[in-house]
């Protein structure tokens, strides 16, 4: 096979297994975009539009990259806050709200 020509001192064992994980991996993904993006619609109350019933599914494995900015957008103004990576919200945490 493809592998076999690319990588030929890989045992097949060990390009089943990275097969099998990579798999895996996007179902999770897949399921938690789709999960997350049900969830943010039913708080804003955003009806579907398109494939009732499977909207959040077709965007998600279709469109994931569009799916994850989409959902990023909704979730804050950027224009009034700032995005700050590892805090519980994703923003610059308001001063008013720090307890010390």
């Not at 993904?29 to 943010?40: F, I, M, S």
């Not at 708080?43 to 077709?58: F, K, T």
């Not at 990023?72 to 519980?88: F, G, L």
Request: aromatic share 8%; proline share 5%; hydrophobic share 35%.
């Amino acid at each position: 096979g493809h592998y076999e020509k690319v990588f030929p001192d890989v045992p097949t064992w060990k390009i089943t297994i990275r097969n099998v994980l990579i798999f895996t991996f996007s179902i999770y993904v897949l399921t938690v975009l789709t999960k997350l993006r049900r969830a943010v619609r039913a708080r804003y109350s955003i009806p579907e539009e398109r494939c009732l019933g499977c909207e959040d599914l077709c965007c998600s494995l279709w469109c994931t990259c569009c799916t994850a900015a989409q959902l990023a957008r909704q979730t804050a103004d950027y224009e009034v806050q700032h995005a700050q990576c590892c805090t519980s919200t994703g923003c610059v945490p308001d001063p008013s709200d720090s307890t010390v």
